[in-house]
């Protein structure tokens, strides 16, 4: 039973982060905040964190037995995996995103700016951008499954994977709104989610 509450109140939390960035959503917000519309994305990376810390430690109080058990030469698999993750995810966010915009910082930092926004249609496409469209999301996959070791890990890992590929599918979509043909051509050019496969999905 308490399997079936972590893997609904991960659900729950999912649908609402997804919900809480969604077109429609931010649209909305958009048209009542207007120009503070440049707080939203912080108070989005700030709720998202807040909700999430009770969610981890009520996940974290959940007795589960280890299922599995790491020994050699799947300890260093694991451990190799682990660091090629985290080396992603610090070269994706750092190096080929823009980590300002991403936490809200860089549209405090431009509010009250008066001057004209001209939207660029240019893609980035350096580092590992040019290698898969969504790196972050799948370090984070790695990052997840490589710490699977009780059936809470494998409860919350499922949630997330799934979460984080519809979520994918869904940001695409705001992705080819937002650029149109540039990006459709980004998309037949480069791989979404697992590099070295073929582009378009």
């Given amino acids: 039973m308490n399997y079936l509450l972590i893997a609904l109140l991960w659900t729950a939390y999912c649908v609402l982060h997804s919900f809480l960035i969604s077109i429609r959503f931010t649209s909305l917000m958009m048209r009542i905040l207007k120009e503070y519309y440049a707080f939203y994305r912080l108070f989005y990376v700030v709720i998202s964190l807040v909700l999430l810390i009770p969610l ?3 996940s ?14 799947f300890t260093i698999i ?20 823009d980590f300002l915009t991403f936490f809200g910082i860089r549209q405090l930092l431009e509010f009250g700016r008066k001057k004209s926004q001209v939207h660029s249609n240019e893609i980035r496409k350096k580092g590992l951008l040019g290698i898969i469209r969504h790196p972050l999301y799948f370090g984070l996959i790695i990052y997840l499954w490589c710490q699977t070791i009780t059936l809470t890990d494998i409860v ?27 990006y459709i051509k980004y998309q037949h050019e480069v791989p979404m989610l697992i590099p070295f496969t073929k582009a378009k999905g």
Avoid: C, H, M
């Fill in 56 to 58: 981890i430690n009520y």
């Fill in 78 to 97: 694991r451990y190799a995996l682990t660091s090629v993750s985290i080396l992603i995810f610090i070269r994706a966010f750092f190096f080929d995103y």
């Fill in 60 to 73: 974290v109080q959940t007795e589960s037995e280890p299922i599995l058990t790491y020994s050699l030469p």
């Fill in 156 to 182: 919350i890992n499922t949630v997330l994977t799934v979460y984080i590929i519809i979520g994918t599918y869904l940001e695409e979509k705001k992705l080819v709104l937002e650029f149109g043909e540039p």
